[in-house]
């Protein structure tokens, strides 16, 4: 839950110490390294907490045990395989969880292994893609894709197949691909000679911005939870063409009578981008799109953040202590302890 500390990535303290300016503990000195490198600060700068937040389950085998804590609560953002095959194992060292969203709430809330209370908490976006103003528009269509480039969840091989359709239609587009990942290559070999452009892993800033540009985000996935960048997205204003899948972004869009398209059939995603063509690009739209998602901003969910914690810090403690992990597979690069056995026991 720490913002403005880019370096370290998730692995920090928060010290609000009753001041206005609040202390960030940063157990690691780059974001490229693993626990091993928070392990050895912990050991040369012992601290503790009140509360530990653990995201997705990532950091509480190989760290919830070396820090003090009171309460351990498992912030949860995603509905993959591997989060509730760890749940059984990792639900009693827990206080509580938030979900992001009331559909996984309630996915959890009816899963036997899950016997600590979970609340809903919709993950926040950040001001940067509320505030991003969209440029001045020339040209054909702009369309972007962002996430992960992978075959399992994004499916971002179907991009190859959506601009086949759209070629087919006619329709004058351009593509725009934010993001990395196993499929990058592949990608680059099969879309060679479309209209397409590689924009690599963009920071925040950069990512509202490349938003404010797209008139459509076009989403393939065959699962999500959000997802966070089509409801990043829409606070920048940008239309989202969305499968049509149980997930935070379609239930908005539904709300408001907006289309989706059958998963995994690119060419009724064709079909919907060309009917989205010119209302997409149109102010009144954008800013209504925008207010689809205007609860979802930092402040408010700081407040409600703050609100669970109190509840979650006065009520009975339920979790056990976690016993530190030992072996040499925890001191290791995640690049390399993915090959060793025991791997399912951590989210990639």
Not at 84 to 91: G, M
Not at 154 to 180: S, W
Not at 324 to 330: A, D, L
């Amino acid at each position: 839950m720490v913002r403005h500390d880019p370096e370290s990535g998730a692995i920090s303290l928060l010290d609000t110490g009753g001041t206005e300016n609040p202390q960030v503990i940063r157990l690691r000195p780059d974001r490229w390294l693993n626990a091993a490198a928070a392990r050895q600060n912990l050991l040369q700068k012992p601290v503790s907490a009140d509360t530990l937040i653990f995201h997705n389950f990532a950091g509480l085998a190989m760290l919830g045990g070396r820090i003090p804590h009171r309460r351990s609560v498992l912030y949860l953002h995603t509905n993959s395989a591997d989060v509730f095959a760890l749940l059984p194992q990792r639900v009693k060292f827990l206080d509580a969880i938030l979900a992001s969203g009331g559909d996984l709430a309630r996915e959890l809330q009816q899963l036997p292994a899950c016997t600590v209370p979970v609340t809903p908490l919709e993950y926040p976006l950040g001001e940067s893609f509320f505030n991003a103003a969209a440029p001045e528009k020339s040209g054909g269509l702009v369309l972007g894709f962002s996430g992960r480039l992978d075959v399992v969840q994004k499916k971002a091989g179907r991009l190859v197949g959506l601009c086949a359709q759209l070629a087919a239609r006619g329709v004058c587009y351009r593509l725009e691909i934010a993001g990395t990942g196993p499929m990058e290559a592949a990608l680059r070999r099969q879309l060679a000679g479309r209209p397409v452009r590689f924009l690599g892993r963009l920071d925040e800033q950069a990512m509202s911005a490349a938003y404010a540009g797209w008139d459509l985000l076009v989403c393939t996935s065959d699962y999500e939870t959000g997802p966070l960048v089509a409801l990043e997205a829409m606070a920048a204003g940008t239309l989202p063409v969305m499968p049509d899948i149980p997930c935070q972004a379609t239930a908005l869009l539904r709300a408001d009578n907006f289309p989706q398209y059958p998963k995994g059939d690119m060419a009724a995603a064709a079909a919907l981008i060309q009917k989205l063509a010119g209302p997409g690009r149109d102010e009144p739209l954008r800013g209504k799109i925008r207010r689809l998602v205007a609860a979802r901003k930092p402040e408010l969910f700081m407040r409600q953040l703050l609100q669970e914690l109190d509840k979650i810090e006065t009520a009975p403690r339920r979790s056990q202590p976690l016993t530190p992990c030992r072996g040499i597979g925890g001191w290791l690069p995640f690049s390399l302890r993915s090959r060793l056995p025991g791997k399912d026991t951590f989210l990639k």
